[in-house]
């Protein structure tokens, strides 16, 4: 496992807001995207500083540091996405998909610590008013990190009312004032990836904005109130406890080269599902002339096209090459984990089939 490194915990801390900062914390360390632009989670950030754990990063100027303990994984993803109603499921007016036909292949975990400060400020608002508090979650890997605190807009606003006007200038909107946290960024900040990227579509005629919706589909619905309780209960529902010997959970230095492997693997299942069409295609009409449009996908999630007119038949033998050197080069860069975890996979399956007949 890998962890930021803290650069020192104030002397004010105060943990009696542990349980509902827990929330805070796990949310932070789970995503690269808490509004429009987050840090936490951010491989080119993060990844630079993260150390091995090690238990002397419990001491941090002379201080001690508390790990919260993971309480959710990624891999009840698929099961959440299914539960989604089909109204729930749609990205925009042309662009839908059904819940229950969503498959994963195959999810990983990286677990990530993200050193925050837990801060708790009391404040007084005049001597006719109740004292309140305002508990803050602040990154403390770098110097100008999220913070993440109680969203104290109603409270500000209503007191802004009582004491000077009436007027409703300073009403908040609602969208605002339902939040229960409010994540700040520094005023340098520079902007931030969002928690979730799409690179690839297999439709035929995939539309350029498809990949930008569906990222901000998944990061208004990761995001929205109460989404993390909703699916950590799901996840205890389904009996899928945290587990670090799970084979999928790995050391989040081999981010990078994963990320690679998968460029690779998405050509190969590009080259197979278009080779499944024009196979159907050449099925019906053989020998037709057809206008060809082929993309590869490189490292960076952009595409080269190249087209012309070509015989069904030649483009098959053309594709089939393409798909074998690919299938090569993915084989290539295949985590050796990732083959002991296909092969129990179909070890499993073959149990199954074999209990079944």
Same mark, same amino acid.
Not at 200 to 225: I, T
């Given at each position: 496992?890998?962890?930021?490194?803290?650069?020192?915990?104030?002397?004010?801390?105060?943990?009696?807001?542990?349980?509902?900062? +827990?929330?805070?914390?796990?949310?932070?360390?789970?995503?690269?995207?808490?509004?429009?632009?987050?840090?936490?989670?951010?491989?080119?950030?993060?990844?630079? %500083?993260?150390?091995?754990?090690?238990?002397?990063?419990?001491?941090?100027?002379?201080?001690?540091?508390?790990?919260?303990?993971?309480?959710?994984?990624?891999?009840?993803?698929?099961?959440?996405?299914? *539960?989604? !109603?089909?109204?729930?499921?749609?990205?925009?007016?042309?662009?839908?998909?059904?819940?229950? *036909?969503?498959?994963?292949?195959?999810?990983?975990?990286?677990?990530?610590?993200?050193?925050?400060?837990?801060?708790?400020?009391?404040?007084?608002?005049?001597?006719?008013?109740?004292?309140?508090?305002?508990?803050? &979650?602040?990154?403390?890997?770098?110097?100008?990190? %999220?913070?993440?605190?109680?969203?104290?807009?109603?409270?500000?606003?209503?007191?802004?009312?009582?004491?000077? !006007?009436? #007027?409703?200038?300073?009403?908040?909107?609602?969208?605002?004032?339902?939040?229960?946290?409010?994540?700040?960024?520094?005023?340098? !900040?520079?902007?931030?990836?969002?928690?979730?990227?799409?690179?690839?579509?297999?439709?035929?005629?995939?539309?350029?904005?498809?990949?930008?919706?569906?990222?901000?589909?998944?990061?208004?619905?990761?995001?929205?109130?109460?989404?993390?309780?909703?699916?950590?209960?799901?996840?205890? !529902?389904?009996?899928?406890? &945290?587990?670090?010997?799970?084979?999928?959970?790995?050391?989040?230095? +081999?981010?990078?080269?994963?990320?690679?492997?998968?460029?690779?693997? =998405? #050509?190969?299942?590009?080259?197979?599902?278009?080779?499944?069409?024009?196979?159907?295609?050449?099925?019906?009409?053989?020998?037709?002339? &057809?206008?060809?449009?082929?993309?590869?996908?490189?490292?960076?999630?952009?595409?080269?096209?190249?087209?012309?007119?070509?015989?069904?038949?030649?483009?098959? =033998?053309?594709?089939? +090459? =393409?798909?074998? =050197?690919?299938?090569? &080069?993915? #084989?290539?860069?295949?985590?050796?984990?990732?083959?002991?975890? +296909?092969?129990?996979?179909?070890?499993?399956?073959?149990?199954?089939?074999?209990?079944?007949?």
């Amino acid at each position: 496992m890998a962890g930021a490194h803290a650069s020192g915990v104030p002397s004010n801390m105060d943990y009696r807001r542990t349980r509902k900062c +827990e929330i805070l914390a796990v949310e932070a360390g789970r995503r690269e995207h808490q509004a429009d632009d987050a840090a936490c989670l951010l491989p080119t950030i993060h990844l630079k %500083t993260a150390l091995p754990f090690g238990e002397e990063l419990r001491k941090q100027n002379d201080a001690d540091v508390l790990c919260l303990p993971y309480t959710a994984t990624p891999f009840a993803l698929t099961e959440a996405a299914r *539960t989604l !109603s089909f109204s729930d499921a749609m990205v925009e007016e042309d662009f839908r998909f059904d819940p229950a *036909t969503l498959r994963s292949h195959l999810i990983t975990a990286y677990p990530l610590l993200i050193p925050v400060y837990l801060l708790q400020y009391d404040a007084d608002p005049g001597a006719d008013k109740k004292p309140y508090s305002v508990t803050m &979650v602040v990154e403390a890997s770098q110097p100008q990190g %999220t913070v993440i605190t109680e969203n104290v807009l109603p409270l500000t606003s209503r007191l802004f009312r009582e004491s000077v !006007s009436k #007027n409703s200038l300073f009403d908040i909107p609602e969208e605002l004032a339902g939040e229960e946290f409010m994540r700040v960024l520094p005023w340098n !900040s520079p902007m931030r990836e969002s928690f979730a990227r799409a690179t690839c579509f297999s439709n035929a005629k995939p539309k350029d904005s498809w990949k930008a919706q569906l990222g901000e589909w998944v990061d208004d619905r990761a995001r929205a109130a109460g989404a993390m309780a909703r699916y950590a209960q799901l996840q205890v !529902s389904l009996g899928q406890a &945290v587990d670090f010997d799970d084979i999928r959970v790995r050391d989040v230095g +081999e981010a990078p080269a994963f990320t690679e492997y998968l460029s690779k693997e =998405q #050509n190969v299942l590009f080259y197979r599902h278009t080779m499944e069409r024009l196979q159907h295609i050449n099925a019906r009409t053989k020998n037709a002339e &057809v206008e060809v449009e082929v993309f590869e996908l490189s490292k960076d999630g952009t595409s080269k096209t190249q087209n012309g007119s070509s015989a069904l038949e030649s483009v098959l =033998q053309s594709m089939k +090459e =393409q798909l074998s =050197q690919s299938e090569a &080069v993915m #084989n290539k860069h295949k985590p050796e984990w990732l083959k002991e975890w +296909e092969a129990r996979q179909k070890e499993e399956a073959e149990k199954e089939d074999s209990d079944r007949s």
